[in-house]
């Protein structure tokens, strides 16, 4: 889906803009798409969170990291030596 935004800058913004596109080489249009995917970034509005590795480990538990019951000893000195 294309949405076409109209947007009013200040002139600063537009200042920003312009050096943009020549520093990257990209249109305004990419220029904007690349800044809205930055904000939600720093804001954490992914629309799918993901943990890096789940379900990787020899354990094969796939909530082994998060699951209170396995961490149960976790950091204590087994018996074993």
């Known amino acids: 889906m ?3 935004l ?3 800058l200040d002139r600063r913004s ?3 803009l312009d050096r943009l596109v020549r520093c990257t ?3 305004a249009s ?3 798409r690349e800044g809205v995917k930055l904000l939600a ?3 954490r509005l992914s629309p799918t969170k993901q943990v ?3 379900g990787r ?3 094969g538990l796939s909530d082994q990291g998060s699951n209170k019951k396995h961490l149960k000893s976790f950091g204590r000195q087994s018996s074993r030596s």
């Open 2 to 4: 294309i949405t076409t």
């Open 30 to 32: 990419r220029v904007v």
């Open 52 to 54: 890096i590795g789940v």
């Open 25 to 27: 080489g990209w249109s």
């Open 57 to 59: 480990f020899a354990s």
């Open 41 to 43: 970034a720093r804001y």
């Open 6 to 8: 109209e947007a009013r």
């Open 14 to 16: 537009q200042v920003l």
